[in-house]
Every structure is written in C-alpha cells, then in structure tokens.
C-alpha cells in the first residue's frame, strides 16, 4: 500500500511539471506583446503656470531728504563738584540731596572755617607789619638824602645804597607780599563754603557731615539745567544732502524722539569741522532748552533718534525696505513681464521706506511710466525670468 502511494505522488508532481514546462512559453510570449502593444503616455500640452510675484508702481520724484541719527541726551555740563581747600565739614546744605535743583552760589556744604579765619587774621598782621616798615623805611630813605644834601660834596654822586634806595623798593615788595597773601588767605575762607557754579540738579552726593576732606575730593555731582546736548553721528557721504551750514545753524526742524515715541524738538547748536577718527564720520549736536521744563521732561541718559530735514533731492524711487536684497538688489518687472534687477543706492531712509537713486536705464521713462518693484523679492528669481506681477492682488498677465 505504501509503495502504491509513493507511486501517485510521483506520477502528479512528474505531470504538474510539464503543465508548468509547457505554460511558460505562452506567459513569455504574451508579456512581450502587451509591452510592445500597451497604449501611449497622455501627453499634457497645457504650459506651466507662471510664478506670481507681488509688485507696487513706483514713480522716480522729488522727495526732502530726512537724515536719521541716534544719540544719547548729555546736560550742557556735566560737573564733579571737588572741595578746594582741607578740613572737616561741619554742615551740609539741605539742597544737597538727589534730584534736587539748586540756583547758583547755593552752598551745598561747609568746612571747618576756623583755621582759615586765623590765616586771614595772621595775614592781617603781615600786612599791617609790611606796611609799618614800608614807612620807616621811606622815612629813612628821606633822612639818607638830606644828610647827603647838606654834605654838599661837589659833583660826587651817592650810591643807591647809601640812599636806601633798595632797602625801600624791598619794603614795598614785602607789603605786595603781604597782600597778596592776604587775598590768598581771605579766597581760601571763601572756599570753605562750598557753592553750585550754575544752575544745576544734583545727582549724586559724595559727602556726609563730620567726613574730612582734602583737595580735589569728590564733593557732588552737577548737571546744568540750561539746555540738554544730543550729538549725532552721521556718514560722510550724508552731509550733502544738508542744507548750508549757516542755514543749518539755529535750525528748530530737528525731531527727537524717545523709544517710547516721546518726542521734543530740538536745535543744530553746534557742527564739527573734522572726521572722527574711530568712526570715520562727522557729527552735529542738537540742543533742548530748558528741557526740565518741556512736557514731557528731556532727562539726561535718554537715547533719542534725531531727524535733520535736508535739501531736496530728484530723481529718487521710493520702495519699502523689504523690496532690498540681502545683496544691495532692488527687482522689478519689465514691460516684456520678465525679471531685472539693480544696485541699489540708498540716498536716506526714513519709517521703514528707502529712497533709492533710480537706475541710469530709466532717463528716458520717468515722465510716462512707473516701475513695478517686488516687495518681497527671493534669491531664487533669475534675471529674465517671465513672471506674472501682482497689483494689488491681481493678477496681470
């Protein structure tokens, strides 16, 4: 039974292998005709569709330059009051405290006055003394000259020390002495009073009651209340886009303004006559009288942005910032709807718009067309490339 079995087994797998032997040739067969015979691709002649770009109509006119600057307002003084003679102080005004405003000649402190009364006291007494001897000296200097008359020896001729000629031009030098002396004692019990020099806010104290101090120690700091300075540092290249320098001087068109939008109106005080070393650019200082008094306060420390208005310029596109590339590139579209570009030359900008020289291809079209400039050109675009501009959020083709 078992060898009936094996020999069943063989006699189907024998038969399935010529089954297989005989298909495959047919397989092959139809497999190559459906290839050769399978239809052909659909063939898409629509083109392809353009890439939009957004664009705005720009006109070459005439705009006022408006030059920006930065800066930080300094007071017209700055002082670091110091005492001027040695001693203990014994008071301290009440004005003499932070943030306070102080006239001129207000005292803010004194020294220990009593060893500088005795100097003026004991150069007193040296000039009193210069001045005794000065007398005696000129009445000895007429005793000497009578007793040389009534000698009456001729044609001989006393000698100046026998005239006491240099004893008294000695005597009168000793009482010069003794007054300047006495000037120098009276200024030096003066200086025991420390006084404000101007007008002036206090910003910082350096001294307490009973604190000894000496020559040249710190004894406040000072700022004027006259005016507050700005100076601005502006670019070589940007100064002749500013009228004369006579016009400029006294100018009240100069615009400050705070980072919180703050704003005072300042004038062109003073103008450098020389390029910055470090720099390599010229400065002008804007002026704010009487800032406390302004509304809002100018304070001291405050960085300001300046606008100087200057002469007018011709010739100048007027683009958002975002229509300049990385690389100094302004792009606009042809009347062919192709891609072009140019360097851009920044005469000045102003709230987020540059003024940018037109380029020397469009003298012959700035009276009857506008260029169409992207505002958001990619570093991908290719010059030439056609292009459907977007006005305005349509489309022209």
């Known amino acids: 039974m078992p060898t009936k079995i094996r020999n069943t087994n063989y006699l189907r797998k024998t ?54 600057g930065h800066g930080k307002a300094r007071p017209h003084f700055e002082l670091t009051l110091k005492a001027e003679v040695e001693g203990r102080i014994t008071a301290v005004g009440p004005q003499l405290e932070i943030g306070h405003r102080i006239d001129t000649e207000t005292v803010l402190a004194t020294i220990d006055p009593i060893p500088f009364e005795q100097g003026v006291a004991a150069a007193k007494q040296s000039l ?43 005597a009168k030098a000793r009482l010069e002495q003794a007054r300047a002396m006495l000037k120098q004692a009276e200024s030096d019990l003066s200086r025991t009073r420390i006084r404000a020099p101007f007008e ?16 040249e120690e710190a004894i406040a700091t000072l700022y004027s209340v006259d005016r507050m300075d700005v100076r601005i540092n502006l670019p070589v ?29 300042g004038t062109v005080s003073q103008i450098d006559q020389h390029i ?62 192709r891609l072009a570009h140019f360097q851009a030359r920044i005469v000045f900008q102003q709230d987020g718009t540059l003024y940018v020289q037109a ?25 030439g490339q056609v292009v459907a501009p977007l006005f305005n959020n349509e489309v022209i083709l």
């Open 15 to 68: 038969m399935i292998t010529l089954v297989a032997i005989m298909v495959l040739p047919a397989a092959i067969a139809y497999t190559s005709f459906a290839i050769e015979n399978q239809p052909a691709p659909a063939v898409n002649n629509s083109p392809a569709p353009l890439p939009v770009v957004s664009v705005i109509s720009v006109k070459t006119k005439t705009h006022q330059a408006r030059l920006q």
């Open 128 to 170: 009193a003394e210069a001045q005794l001897a000065l007398l005696q000296e000129q009445r000895e200097a007429e005793r000497a000259r009578d007793e040389w008359q009534r000698a009456n020896l001729g044609d001989a001729k006393a000698s100046p020390l026998l005239l006491r000629k240099p004893q008294l031009e000695a």
């Open 200 to 215: 002036a806010i206090v910003v910082e104290r350096h001294v307490a009651p009973g604190q000894y101090v000496k020559p």
């Open 237 to 265: 290249q940007q100064w002749s886009l500013l009228p004369d320098i006579d016009q400029l001087n006294g100018n009240d068109a100069v615009v400050l303004t705070s980072t919180n939008g703050e704003r005072w109106f």
């Open 276 to 337: 910055d070393n470090n720099s390599r650019q010229r400065s002008l200082v804007v002026s704010v009288a009487n800032p406390l008094q302004q509304s809002p306060p100018l304070l001291a420390g405050t960085f300001l942005t300046a606008q100087i208005v200057g002469i007018h310029q011709g010739d100048l596109l007027a683009v958002p910032a975002s229509s300049l590339t990385s690389t100094g590139d302004i792009w606009y579209v042809t009347d062919a709807s």
């Open 359 to 383: 380029p020397a291809g469009l003298e012959g079209d700035r009276s009857n067309r506008s260029l169409a400039v992207l505002t958001a050109p990619l570093s991908s675009y290719v010059s």
